[in-house]
């Protein structure tokens, strides 16, 4: 990818950053274990992401 991004693009790929994390340790108290995995997640490496 280009060291150079245009801000459209830097949006969209900190957006999917977000999207990535892990679920908070406590929600997983609060669901009492119900949610436990982001569904969303996704490795940086393996997956790539669609921006246009």
Not at 10 to 17: E, F, H
Not at 22 to 51: F, G, H, Y
Request: aromatic share 4%; proline share 6%.
């Amino acid at each position: 990818m280009a060291a150079r991004k245009s801000s459209p693009r830097k949006i969209r790929l900190l957006k999917k950053t977000r999207q990535t994390s892990a679920v908070p340790a406590w929600i997983i108290l609060r669901t009492k274990r119900d949610v436990r995995s982001n569904p969303k997640r996704r490795a940086w490496r393996s997956t790539d992401v669609e921006v246009g």
